[in-house]
């Protein structure tokens, strides 16, 4: 298991929770998202190594900014 924290700027809404949701799920081997525009926060559990390039690929691709945590 490995698990990553990451600072999300941009999101005001639960709308914007589900596009970095929709788009961090799709990572092979992530099983756990939490994200909340409240906070910025978003913590990814995966059953292999995390990429963070292709996370913070996945927040840029869903419209927000995102740095490791």
């Known amino acids: 298991m490995s ?3 990451y600072q999300v700027t941009g999101m005001t ?5 589900m ?5 961090v799920g ?5 099983d756990q ?13 995966a059953s292999a190594p995390l990429d963070d ?3 913070l690929a996945a927040v840029d691709e ?3 900014s995102a740095v490791r945590a």
Do not use: W
Not at 13 to 17: D, L, T, V
Not at 19 to 23: L, P
């Open 26 to 30: 799709q990572i092979a081997g992530v």
């Open 13 to 17: 809404c639960g709308h914007c929770e």
């Open 33 to 45: 998202i939490e994200v909340s525009a409240q906070t910025g926060r978003l913590v990814v559990t």
């Open 3 to 5: 698990t990553a924290e």
């Open 53 to 55: 390039a292709a996370v």
């Open 62 to 64: 869903a419209g927000y």
């Open 19 to 23: 596009s970095v949701r929709e788009e």
